[in-house]
């Protein structure tokens, strides 16, 4: 375990304590948050004498993300109680059920634009983010992202994004200052160590749109043939409590796309261990630019598919295609 994720989970198991301690002195019954205090105090105990993290069997890590959801955990998923299996797989089946319902509406037309995407975890649920709402003045505010780690824990971020970003939209903060505010409050709301990657557009009704762009993989601006990577124009979310992000403003015409992506596609890795590539990705947006947006991002999809020859792939995968209608 590295040094920042020990003290990560140092630092969360001594905050229990305390809250414990604090609910124990005021509680008529107090018998169960002794128990829960016990077990606090022995995790502390073992993070001090450097077997904390190992699993209680078998002794080998248990998994990182799990702990970091749940710092007490003491079995690693091969050597759960077949009560701790049931209930896990309880949780992340709800997990599942409740990321689907935060998914935007597909095949969405608003005031001149088509969205299409496709939206698929490794595992039950997904560390990836992807939404699609419209402002009071009709404009159509596209973001997807990626936030670091994997499974419960990172649907867990995923869904605060969600939460944060749709709250900040409706104040009508210029879009430089909407990105300050939204990595301010990611910033101080989560875990040190944690970040996001993400993308960020606005597309208003007369075909004018603005995108930020916080340490993402570069979106495609699909037109006449030709595709052109956007560069990231700000840090992933989470790093640094303050910092600038910058705004890109283009001018897209009836039947332009914008592809945005995370990189469980273009890092994807077949079984000669090469990557898919941006520039792969990069020609098929090219050829199929004119779709319709759904058609866009299911010939990404097709092409993955074939380069991967059934390698079953190792990372949640995101894809938005949003188009100025023609």
């Known amino acids: 375990m590295d040094t920042t994720t020990e003290t990560i989970l140092r630092t969360q198991l001594q905050q229990r304590r305390q809250r414990l301690a604090g609910g124990i002195a005021t509680a008529g019954d107090s018998a169960p948050l002794v128990r829960l205090l016990q077990e606090v105090d022995a995790a502390l105990e073992r993070l001090d004498t450097g077997t904390y993290g190992l699993c209680d069997i078998c002794h080998d890590p248990v998994e990182q993300e799990r702990l970091m959801a749940d710092p007490l955990l003491r079995n690693c998923l091969d050597h759960l109680t077949p009560d701790q299996q049931r209930a896990l797989e309880q949780d992340l089946d709800l997990a599942g059920r409740i990321q ?152 897209m015409n009836p039947g332009d796309s914008l592809l945005l992506y995370t990189d469980g596609l273009s890092e994807a890795r077949n079984s000669s261990n090469t990557e898919y590539g941006v520039d792969r990705l990069a020609r098929v947006a090219r050829d199929n630019g004119r779709r319709p947006p759904q058609a866009i991002v299911g010939a990404c999809l097709q092409d993955l598919a074939a380069f991967l020859s059934g390698v079953a792939r190792t990372d949640d995968l995101a894809v938005m295609a949003v188009q100025r209608a023609a």
């Open 100 to 251: 689907g319902e935060l998914l935007p509406e597909r095949n969405l037309r608003v005031n001149g634009w088509e969205v299409g995407y496709h939206y698929e975890g490794v595992g039950p649920v997904s560390g990836d983010y992807c939404d699609v709402l419209t402002t009071g003045d009709g404009a159509l505010v596209f973001l997807l992202g990626d936030v670091s780690g994997k499974g419960i824990a990172a649907s867990m971020l995923m869904s605060h994004l969600h939460a944060m970003f749709r709250s900040l939209i409706t104040v009508g903060l210029p879009f430089d200052q909407l990105m300050q505010q939204a990595n301010r409050v990611f910033c101080e709301s989560t875990l040190p160590g944690v970040y996001a990657t993400l993308v960020c557009g606005k597309a208003g009704r007369t075909g004018e749109v603005e995108i930020c762009n916080a340490g993402h993989c570069p979106p495609l601006l699909i037109r006449n043939g030709t595709s052109e990577g956007i560069e990231a124009n700000g840090l992933p979310l989470g790093l640094f409590c303050s910092g600038p992000f910058g705004v890109t403003r283009l001018a």
